[in-house]
Every structure is written in C-alpha cells, then in structure tokens.
C-alpha cells in the first residue's frame, strides 16, 4: 500500500506508521523537516562572493586568460578555444536538493572571425584556478590554468589530463545560434536534468562546480570561429 502526506507549514514534523496483518502489528517512526524552496544567485563580486572564470587557448597553451575581460569560444588558426568556470558551493549543505539551475552570461560584443554559431555548457572534471594573465601574451602566464595546465605551474602546476581542459559528456545544456556581435546579449543556459545531476553531484561530494563552455561546431571541425562572452572581469559583467 502507498501513502501519502501533505504539510500545511515549514516546520519539522514526526510522521509515525503501523502496519498490521496476520503476523502481528509493526511501527516506526521519522523526523522530517520541511523547509520552502530557496533561490540562491551566485554572482562575483556579490555578499563577498568570487568565482573562478578562465579562458584557455590552444594557439597559444601556456597562456593564462583569467584576468582577461572576455572569454574566446572556438577556434583560432586550427586550434581550440575554451573557457572554464568553477563556483564554489561549500556553504550549501550536503543533504541540500538542487530542484533548478540556470547560467547567465553576455556576449562583450565583438568579434573577428566566423561565428560560431550555438555554444555548449559541460562538466569540467577538475577544478582550474584563474591566475591573473590577460591571455594576449606571456604577462602572468603561468599564474593560473592554461591549454596545458589545471592550475598553476611550473610548480606545483598540475597538468590537465588531456589538454584543453578534462571536459565530461552528458552536455548541461546548449545556447542556440546568436549574434555576438551584440553587446550585452543574454545567453541563458537553462536548467536540464544532466545540469541539475551535475550540481548535485557537486553538492552532495563537497566539491566546487566546474564547468566548461565549448562550440560545438569548432570542436568536431578544424573550422575557424570564436565568439567571445564578457568575464567577470568585463565592466558590464
């Protein structure tokens, strides 16, 4: 048999059943706290809050971007160009249940060759750090993740374990094809169920959110084009 139970408030509630038949009667008893549904923003820069946000470039592998104001998609003289993003989620607890996520970004609004026409949002398989190159040279190159490496380096850099960033399938979600040349445009990734079981994941193992954005077109191509997405470094981040 199934049964059910409605709680009018928050609050913590003690449900108590027994079940009877031929063999006699048996009871138990749980504590259940209901609590409504909260909506959390993560944003740099925000109540003291600071997120990780990189670009890495295959043209160019060790240079660090993390202080970089965009954030190149693509690729670039044959080579690939990603970013990366690790959010913290220590203070949320463990036994939290994630019902949503979604991702906002904006094109900066510029661009210089071939779009690249829709975006993809993965799981990242390790956690990068953003060091403070700007990406266009050899300033602070190694000062935080690169094409080549996960953290800083030389030591103790610690490599990705293939370049260009661990990134994991199932895909989070897609953003369609767009005009970047659209300052300011809205690029919203929405919340999917591989977006949730990948926050969730994060949350119930203690670990940051690491994720990595992609052009589908560029990676199964040797097709040139980048987009580039304003960082949290960017004034109108």
């Not at 925000?46 to 202080?67: E, F, K, L, Q």
């Not at 602070?140 to 996960?150: F, H, N």
């Not at 659209?182 to 919203?188: E, Q, V």
């Amino acid at each position: 048999a199934d049964s059910s139970v409605t709680f009018p408030a928050n609050g913590v509630y003690v449900i108590r059943s027994s079940v009877t038949d031929v063999a006699g009667t048996a009871a138990d008893q749980i504590t259940v706290a209901v609590n409504s549904p909260l909506t959390l923003t993560l944003r740099q820069g925000v109540a003291g809050y600071s997120h990780t946000a990189a670009m890495i470039r295959g043209d160019n592998p060790t240079w660090n971007g993390g202080a970089r104001d965009q954030m190149l998609v693509g690729r670039n003289g044959g080579n690939g160009m990603r970013s990366v993003f690790s959010f913290p989620l220590s203070w949320i607890s463990a036994d939290s249940i994630i019902h949503s996520i979604s991702l906002d970004l904006w094109t900066a609004g510029v661009t210089s060759t071939t779009a690249v026409k829709s975006l993809q949002l993965v799981k990242l398989a390790a956690t990068p750090t953003e060091g403070t190159g700007n990406g266009q040279n050899t300033t602070a190159a190694s000062s935080g993740t690169t094409w080549i490496y996960q953290t800083a380096q030389p030591a103790p850099g610690i490599a990705w374990t293939t370049a260009g960033g661990d990134v994991e399938i199932p895909v989070c979600d897609d953003v369609p094809g767009y005009t970047d040349t659209t300052a300011n445009l809205p690029l919203s990734f929405s919340s999917t169920p591989a977006f949730v079981n990948t926050a969730q994941a994060a949350v119930l193992a203690g670990n940051p959110l690491d994720l990595a954005l992609v052009s589908p077109l560029t990676e199964s191509s040797s097709t040139d084009g980048l987009t580039r997405i304003a960082s949290d470094d960017h004034t109108t981040s």
